[in-house]
């Protein structure tokens, strides 16, 4: 009841968390951090984060999408991306900026999974990755961008500041599951593509790996300005 009070409260849910990081090459990184209070991603009838079921449901949650501005456009008056790179779980996906969706006012559009808030390039359906020979279909993700649309407004952050990008804890109390983890996250900067965003990027799985062409569930669409 908490988080869905806070994530209708605009004053504190309509953020994206801003940083330039440097790119390998020469280039840069824009990567933008958005924060959920609440991840209700869990196997159908379960509704306590407690015990393995649990998986997926947590309290606390972070998501990211990184930009890529290749070397040659840095420092031009309007820089054209070549890539982004989108979080979902403990993966990512990549896809080339020309292919990105817009809107009709040419704002390009994240498309923000059901309950699990994975972030994703296009609608449809989102096959869960494998681990080791299995996979259900209860783990896929549904991002048909049916939701509400929201327009972020970017906040700049770094180490420091504002003062609450320096927790060194966890953002919430939810504990990890045996063997599959799951508890609540630490914050951006304790996290592996504030450290190392190049392989972050490398690490990312093309976007037509993992994708079904489908609006099969109600999903919220992130758009972002340009």
Known sequence: ADARRMHLDDAISDVAYGRVAPRRGGGMWLQFWLFYFHS??????VSAA?????????????????????KDQ????????????????????????????RAGDGNWIVYVARASHATYP??????????GPFSFDVLDDYADGGGVRRHPEVEVIRVGAPAWVGWPGLW???????VIGGGSPR????????????????????????????????????????
């Open 122 to 131: 296009k609608p449809g359906r989102w096959r869960g990755k494998k681990h």
């Open 50 to 70: 407690d015990g393995v079921l649990g998986a997926g449901m947590h309290q606390g949650d972070w998501e990211l999408v990184q930009v890529g501005i290749p």
């Open 74 to 101: 840095v420092g031009a008056a309007e820089p054209r991306p070549d890539v982004v790179v989108l979080a979902a779980h403990n993966y990512a996906h990549r896809i080339p900026w020309q292919d990105v969706d």
């Open 187 to 226: 914050g951006p900067w304790r996290q592996g593509p504030w450290r190392d965003p190049d392989g972050f990027a490398k690490a990312a799985f093309d976007w037509q790996r993992h994708h079904v062409a489908a609006r099969e569930a109600v999903a919220v669409e992130a758009v972002v300005p340009p």
């Open 172 to 178: 919430g109390s939810t504990k990890p599951k045996p």
């Open 40 to 45: 209700a991603k869990g196997i159908p009838g």
